[in-house]
């Protein structure tokens, strides 16, 4: 029934045959079904993966759908509760406090020599970077929608790397030339 020679292939022809430019939830579980069918449950990857691979494809993605598919299927562990709704990256004052929050429950499962839980505050973290960092690179968005979003990217970036420091670093961000070139409207909101 299928063509394709291997996974990756397989899963750009499902999205073919769907004939659908944009991709969400429904899409997303529609091809992990074939490909769990085809290679079996532990070929299925990540919904952030196949999103990235079909946006490499031309796929416009449906991001709040992406998300919000990946976080519930975070969210079928324990830590369902701590790490739900904890992204939200509609402007730069929701990221920050996001970024807070996933600082404090890093903070956290480290005290707690919790290694699942700080895998968890980091998946997600890097799926909401990549997810920005992807949006940034768009064309079909505005100008004002990607230097958005590389500045969240950018957040989450330094976080990642060196979360001790993030708070101050935003802070000597905030007041940069090119942060108040970009972003100066906004001061007063964030």
Request: with cysteine; net charge negative.
């Amino acid at each position: 029934m299928w063509n394709a020679r291997n996974k990756t292939d397989l899963m750009i022809e499902v999205w073919e045959k769907l004939d659908c430019e944009s991709i969400g939830a429904a899409e997303l579980e529609a091809i992990e079904i074939v490909v769990r069918e085809e290679y079996g449950a532990g070929a299925v990857e990540s919904p952030m993966r196949i999103a990235r691979l079909l946006a490499d494809e031309g796929a416009e993605l449906r991001h709040s759908e992406i998300m919000e598919l990946y976080l519930a299927r975070a969210s079928d562990r324990p830590y369902d509760a701590a790490l739900r709704n904890i992204i939200d990256v509609s402007d730069l004052r929701s990221t920050r406090n996001s970024i807070r929050n996933l600082e404090n429950l890093r903070r956290k499962y480290k005290s707690e020599g919790d290694k699942d839980g700080l895998r968890h505050v980091k998946d997600i973290s890097i799926a909401a970077k990549n997810l920005a960092a992807e949006t940034a690179a768009r064309e079909s968005v505005t100008a004002e929608e990607r230097n958005l979003n590389a500045e969240i990217a950018q957040w989450f970036t330094i976080w990642l790397q060196t979360p001790e420091i993030f708070e101050s670093w935003v802070e000597l961000r905030r007041q940069s030339a090119d942060y108040r070139e970009k972003f100066g409207d906004l001061l007063k909101r964030h």
